[in-house]
């Protein structure tokens, strides 16, 4: 089978309106939670992406039937298999989720050791932790955890580190237990807070103390079907808002949550750019000068600056007049689009988890490897951004997390195609 790549040649000043799907980290989540119930779930405003082929294909194996009309899912029936297909887990981190909802329902699951991306380690001790708590047992062999209870618990536990789907996976794993469990020191991104209104609809009792990091929640033993609407997907949305600076470009970006991108929004207008807010899901992104300004940004749990945005800015920032500093503080391997970058003309140095990023007056196009999901659409921006052709290869990256990119930029003016 030939392998896709996208080609990009020197695309500014672009013009048009691009729309936001849905998020895919929000939708996963809510895919896993249809485990709960053999009642009939409903997902509106579903991306075209691979991880949600991945999960729908992961669901239809464990039993459930599920169909799709344009971007809404339908999810229902009960689950015959309690063990996940490992082929389809090593291709998706994000199937560790079934692992919560199964526990909840069945007290029982075995669960293939999660595959994904290469940004680093992402243990699930912490989704462990809490499941011994909660009264399971344990066993780590040939690649695959089986836990089993004879009865659920309440806990009141306290996360070691702050993790998104470790939060999902403890909501959903404590939903069927009657009495009141606290978690402490919980994840609060926006995908978070979808599950957790989506359990709500399901007839689980969640107090959230957003200042305390923590969640009071009372489970049902038997729960509804829900009808939700994932969220528009923020990191998209602040990859089309880099790239509409990067380009000194002028775009109408629609479709998406306003109050989900605060830090984004902050960092580009220190950066030079003018974001105006036409209304809760539309803004418009344009250069206030010819000059794009350095900054320093530093990665932390929302609300703070968002792990997935870094690479995007990092190619804005290889560009910009002086010097600007990236600190990542959530994966300790995620700069490894700072070398394809290099190969374009960036001057980047890396010193363990801090980046310095010299601005250069401009990159040249070069044939550039991806990394990562969120690498690659840093590589699409820089594409466009440099003088000359440039290949990104391994885009398949891309096609995890972006839906039909190429088609949207397409539509703006931008020069990029997909080829094999």
């Known amino acids: 089978m030939s392998e896709e790549y996208l080609y990009i040649e020197t695309s500014k000043h ?62 229902e029936g009960s689950i015959k298999s309690l063990e996940t297909k490992e082929d389809i887990v090593r291709k998706m981190r ?57 009865e659920l618990k309440p806990i009141d536990f306290t996360f070691d580190v702050i993790t998104v789907t470790g939060t999902e996976n403890v909501l959903c794993m404590l939903s069927t237990i009657e009495q009141e469990s606290t978690l402490k020191n919980v994840a609060l991104e926006p995908e978070v ?22 969640i009071y929640l009372k489970g049902l033993s038997s729960l509804e079907g829900f009808d939700i609407k994932a969220i528009p997907d923020r990191i998209e949305a602040g990859t089309f808002m880099v790239l509409s600076f990067a380009t000194g470009s002028r775009l109408k970006i629609t479709n998406l949550n ?14 030079g750019a003018i974001v105006n807010i036409i209304n809760d899901n539309t803004i418009e992104v344009y250069p206030k000068s010819h000059e794009i300004k350095p900054i320093s940004i530093s990665t932390q ?4 600056f968002p792990t997935d945005m870094q690479a995007q800015f990092m190619s804005l920032l290889s560009i910009a007049n002086g010097q600007s500093i990236i600190v ?30 010299k601005g250069v007056s401009k990159l040249s196009g070069a044939e550039v490897f991806s990394t990562d999901l969120r690498a690659s659409a840093g590589l699409v921006i820089a594409g466009l951004m440099a003088e000359g052709s440039s ?22 003016g931008a020069k990029i195609k997909r080829l094999s």
């Open 391 to 412: 290949i990104i290869r391994n885009i398949h990256h891309l096609d995890r997390g972006y839906d039909h990119i190429e088609l949207k930029l397409q539509k703006v």
């Open 328 to 357: 990542e503080n959530i994966f300790e391997n995620r700069f490894q689009h700072a070398q394809e970058l290099i190969r374009m003309g960036a001057d980047i140095s890396i010193h363990s988890k801090t980046a310095y990023i």
């Open 193 to 214: 807070i979808n599950l957790i209104d989506a359990l709500k609809l399901m007839g689980v009792k969640i107090e959230l103390d957003e200042e305390n990091r923590t």
């Open 301 to 304: 749990e929302y609300p703070g």
């Open 94 to 150: 994000a199937s560790v989720l079934v692992m919560g909802p199964l526990l909840a329902k069945y007290k029982k699951a075995k669960i293939s050791m999660p595959g994904g991306c290469s940004i680093g380690v992402r243990p699930i001790d912490q989704h462990l932790k809490a499941a011994e708590r909660t009264g399971f047992f344990a066993n780590l062999e040939h690649g695959f955890i089986e836990l089993e209870a004879k």
């Open 258 to 271: 306003i109050h989900h991108l605060n830090s984004i929004i902050s960092n580009l207008e220190l950066s």
């Open 14 to 75: 672009l013009e048009g309106t691009l729309e936001v799907s849905g998020s895919k980290n929000a939708t996963l989540p809510l895919m896993a939670a249809t485990i709960l119930t053999d009642e009939l779930c409903v997902i509106r405003n579903v991306p075209d992406l691979l991880d949600i082929k991945h999960m729908k294909e992961l669901l239809s194996h464990m039993g459930k039937n599920v169909y799709q009309e344009n971007d809404v899912l339908y999810i």
